[in-house]
């Protein structure tokens, strides 16, 4: 089992930034991370992954260049930094947790709006 916990989220104006948390407990190990994010209206969508290692990252396209991803295994914490935001990346953004093909384990989420 795992727990995923995000932080972070908040108000900001467009072109601001914020950093996105997720403490992971449990078992961890080999753990490929990523964040979804879903806007009101709108089905969940991909966001940014990370393998274990971290040597492996994977963008959505409108994020690629503005965001980036990291993972501290140290502290089983994994991060989102997300630079030039704009009012489309209002949304609630989700830390999600695998090990095989299909994302497993889920985080409460933590809203992010991004005003204009």
């Known amino acids: 089992q795992v727990q995923l916990v995000e932080s972070g989220g908040g108000l900001v104006q467009a072109g601001g930034s914020l950093r996105l948390s997720c403490a992971a407990s449990?078992?961890?190990?080999?753990?490929?991370m990523g964040w979804f994010r879903q806007a009101p209206g709108k089905e969940r969508e991909f966001v940014s992954s990370?393998?274990?290692?971290?040597?492996?990252?994977d963008y959505e396209d409108p994020v690629k260049g503005r965001f980036t991803i990291t993972r501290d295994n140290a502290k089983n914490t994994v991060y989102l930094e997300m630079s030039s935001l704009k009012p489309e990346d209002t949304a609630v953004y989700y830390c999600?947790?695998?090990?095989?093909?299909?994302?497993?384990?889920w985080g409460q989420g933590t809203q992010v709006t991004v005003s204009s």
């Open positions: 999600a947790a695998r090990f095989q093909w299909q994302y497993e384990y």
């Open positions: 449990g078992r961890t190990f080999g753990s490929t």
């Open positions: 990370i393998n274990w290692s971290g040597t492996s990252t």
